[in-house]
């Protein structure tokens, strides 16, 4: 289906002559790991045409509401279009790229110099393209010699990347698309694909209409679990215990692979042991997970009776304190019966944002070097003499939260964000605005003009492309390398974010960093995946390392392993085993029971954030759709019936909600789709888009100790009523949505109010 946009209102100039061809530009859409293709076509008065590409195997030409309101998120007014310094007075003035290039390499050379290169860091973002990251992750971790690089995939894919390494010896994905279309039984744990990873879901709706059944894990009653045969609404932070459950069961009733687990594995006797002392049968797996009894049995009979079965987890399972021991968890199972790299049977981890892949791809965690090569003195040594590397990093860097944690004790003096949020996305993210407060330099390389980060004491702002002026290559969830290519010019003095760091480190003093353009960067990061790999490494596109421009330009989506030997590589890895642990065997990993933060007199119940269908993250794109605002309008807090009633809420009505690290005010929503004792907050509000929502400031700090992940689903809290004297609203034609309740608090008496002025465009939605 292609839907007619019409571009806004102050870009109808930009557009017409900005359109780069009439023609269809084959690109790939920015949001989610899903990573569908998308067709761009310019239709005459300031229109685009966004359809799904039919060409495209993420998508087949299908996209979701998301996708399909791409045209709507195009426009200028919030975005940030020249360099920019803060002054005196705290307001921000243009500067040249010149000065404020000039105020970056400055800042970064002189903090380096006194305090060592460890005193600075990069902050990145699954926004980024794969050569934005590469040139990013080699700047750090070669010439400044620092590891300090880490990015928003910290939030969210950590724990699936640990979890890989620790069973597979590498950050491998066995599975693909088509196992969804070929399984008999697809089991989602902690993912609402329905809204996440909506085309991905449709097709396993398209696989359930066959008799294809579908289990779902998730303590919510989501729309995804709408779809399901079988519902386990799991008490937070158990699925260890039922995946371990499940092993038990497995080998009670005999349908383990024998074969596969002494051929291609080690460690099975031990942990197999270890679930049977802690969950030994049915009713102990039942206990520990909060689930009835006949529910868990009806899981794993389906799952014993059932060869062809994919098992896919998201942030359900990654955002969690013991995020690493859930997906070992399943990848026991899945390890166990040898249902792993065969048609139709894997795990699968859903990746979040579109490039997420492609960050781990280069290297861009802090405990990952390069082209998922990590700290091993023998990587480091190759990727040295492969960049030519003056300055190597030796040790793996701080990870986000430490990052910032670094940043507060006066560790790290100098930060550059590129394509993230923190001051909103980050626990405890009031503690994070007051942490970068105290840099002496922060850079932000952004979209936007003006973000909770960028008002948290930015000094630098550097512009940078958005999607669809951007060109380069992102990789989905199943290995899929696509482009994302470029419709529209580049709007103001933007550039591309590999071009400033390049540019940064040629004005550093660093050889290295001519690239002429994205495809020269991309043919160096596939020649350092192949170089001296000879099939010890998973990642490897060496097909491609000597792609010329045109073939760049029109690289169809392609799936790694690329070896440059292979003419016909498998898709999957790990049926035959074959893993890069140095024995070459898959490990099975001991978790750890089930821990938690507690609840208390004081915080009972617990606060689950996540995502909305229409909106993605901190709204900087979708927040500029009005048909994407129909969805949910306003910062709202799931509640069961009988909780809110307890606590004094009305349905429709305000509530505050309090945890130990802060509170906000939101508007209640009663559904029996909540347990008792659990509040659902969607991430998206922040104090650009209104006035007391920033739910990042309610998370506690809980790290998973192998992934450094932190836990966003189960923060401790509590609620109350909260009534305004007064309430109206104002509909206004706006550049962005903004939601403020200016209104006069009934109980304190007090006058609370915040205006917007996003281009001049701002308004006060009630008043
Ligand atoms: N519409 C939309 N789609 C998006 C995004 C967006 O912002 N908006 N963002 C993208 C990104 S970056 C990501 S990472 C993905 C995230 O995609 P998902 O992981 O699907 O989304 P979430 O809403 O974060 O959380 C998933 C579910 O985990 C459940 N959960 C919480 N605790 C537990 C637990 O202990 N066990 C289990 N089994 N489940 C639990 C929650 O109730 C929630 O329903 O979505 C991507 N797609
Ligand atoms: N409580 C709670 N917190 C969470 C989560 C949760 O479930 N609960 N989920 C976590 C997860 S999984 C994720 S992925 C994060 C996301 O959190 P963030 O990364 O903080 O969110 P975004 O809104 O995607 O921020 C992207 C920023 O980059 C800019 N940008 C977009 N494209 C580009 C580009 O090409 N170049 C540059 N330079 N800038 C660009 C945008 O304008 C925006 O300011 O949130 C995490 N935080
Ligand atoms: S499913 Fe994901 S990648 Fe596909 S159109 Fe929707 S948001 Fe974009
Ligand atoms: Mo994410």
């Not at 870009?11 to 061809?21: D, F, G, I, P, T």
């Not at 070992?328 to 139709?344: D, E, S, V, Y």
Request: proline share 5%.
């Amino acid at each position: 289906m292609a839907i007619m946009t019409e571009a806004p209102a102050e870009r109808v100039a930009e557009l017409n002559s900005a359109m780069q061809s009439s023609t269809a530009t084959r690109t790939c859409c920015p949001f989610c790991g899903v990573g569908c293709g998308v067709i761009a076509i310019p239709a005459g008065k300031a229109e685009i045409s966004i359809s799904g590409d039919p060409a495209h195997p993420a998508n087949y030409g299908q996209l979701c509401r998301k996708g399909l309101a791409l045209g709507d998120t195009l426009g200028l007014s919030a975005r940030l279009l020249h360099p920019m310094r803060r002054a005196e007075d705290g307001q921000f003035a243009r500067v040249s790229w010149d000065s404020a290039l000039d105020d970056v390499v400055n800042g970064f050379a002189s903090i380096i110099d006194r305090h060592g290169p460890d005193a600075v860091a990069f902050y990145l973002s699954g926004q980024l393209l794969t050569e934005d990251y590469y040139v990013a992750n080699k700047l750090m971790k070669g010439f400044i010699g620092s590891a300090n690089v880490d990015t928003n995939s910290r939030l969210c894919m950590a724990s699936a990347v640990a979890g890989h390494k620790r069973a597979f010896g590498a950050d491998t994905v066995p599975g693909c698309y088509e196992d969804f279309d070929l399984a008999e039984l697809v089991v989602l744990v902690g993912s609402n694909a329905a809204w996440c990873h909506p085309v991905l879901y449709q097709r396993i709706r398209a696989r359930k209409s066959t008799n294809a059944k579908l289990v779902i894990v998730d303590p919510r009653r989501t729309a995804t679990a709408d779809g399901a045969d079988l519902f386990l609404p799991i008490a937070p932070g158990t699925d260890q215990a039922l995946f371990s459950g499940l092993l038990v069961h497995l080998a009670l009733h005999d349908v383990l692979d024998t074969d596969y687990i002494a051929r291609h594995t080690t460690g099975f006797d031990a942990v197999l042991a270890d679930a049977k002392k802690s969950v030994p049968t049915i009713e102990a797996t039942a206990q520990a997970t909060g689930l009835a009894r006949r529910d868990v049995a009806a899981f794993f009979a389906l799952f014993a009776a059932t060869p062809r079965v994919v098992t896919a987890f998201s942030q359900g399972v990654n955002q969690s304190g013991q995020g690493t021991d859930k997906v070992n968890a399943i990848l026991n199972c899945h390890l166990a019966t040898g249902r792993i790299g065969k048609p139709g049977a894997a795990p699968f981890s859903l990746t979040g944002q579109t490039n997420a892949m492609g960050g781990r791809e280069v290297g861009g965690l802090a405990n990952m070097l390069a082209a998922h090569m990590g700290f091993e003195s023998e990587n480091i040594e190759r990727v040295q003499r492969f960049w030519r590397a003056p300055r190597m990093a030796v040790r793996e860097g701080l990870k986000a939260v430490q990052m910032l944690q670094a940043v507060a004790s006066g560790q790290i003096k100098a930060l550059w964000i590129a394509g993230s949020n923190p001051a909103a996305s980050l626990p405890e993210a009031d503690r994070i605005r007051e942490a970068l407060r105290k840099l002496e330099l922060l850079v932000i390389s952004d979209n936007n003009q003006s973000t909770d980060t960028i008002t948290s004491g930015a000094h630098i702002l550097l512009p940078a492309l958005a999607w669809g002026e951007k060109s380069g290559s992102v990789t989905n969830s199943e290995r899929v390398i696509s482009r994302q290519r470029a419709f529209l010019k580049a709007p103001g003095e933007t550039r591309p974010d590999w071009g400033i760091f390049a540019e940064f480190g040629r004005r550093m003093g660093f050889d290295g960093f001519d690239y002429a353009s994205a495809a020269e960067v991309f043919r160096e990061h596939a020649h350092l995946s192949c170089f001296e790999n000879n099939g010890k490494r998973d990642f490897d596109i060496g097909a491609l390392a000597d792609l010329s421009d045109a073939g760049y330009d029109t690289l169809a989506p392609t799936q790694w392993p690329a070896r440059a030997d292979e003419t016909s590589g498998s898709r999957r890895f790990f049926a035959q085993g074959g893993f890069f642990t140095p024995d070459r065997k898959a490990r099975f990993i001991l978790p750890a029971p089930a821990l938690g933060l507690c609840v208390s007199e004081a915080f009972p119940l617990r606060l689950n954030t996540g995502r909305s269908r229409d909106q993605w993250h901190t709204m900087t794109r979708t927040g500029l759709s009005a048909r994407l605002a129909r969805d949910v309008a306003e910062p709202v807090m799931d509640v069961c019936p009988e909780d809110g009633v307890d606590a004094g809420l009305v349905d429709g009505g305000f509530a505050r909600v309090t945890t130990a690290c802060g509170s906000c005010i939101l508007r209640v929503r009663m559904t029996d789709r909540q347990t008792r004792g659990h509040l659902f907050v969607p991430i998206h509000w922040t104090d650009e888009t209104a006035s007391d929502a920033r739910v990042g400031a309610l998370v506690a700090t809980w790290l998973d100790p192998v992934s450094g992940q932190p836990d966003l689903k189960t923060t401790p809290a509590k609620i109350k009523p909260v009534t305004f004297a007064l309430q109206g609203l104002l509909l206004a034609r706006a550049a962005r949505y903004y939601v403020s309740r200016s209104l006069v608090d009934a109980c304190g008496g007090r006058a609370r109010g915040r205006l917007s002025s996003r281009g001049g465009r701002g308004f006060d939605c009630l008043a």
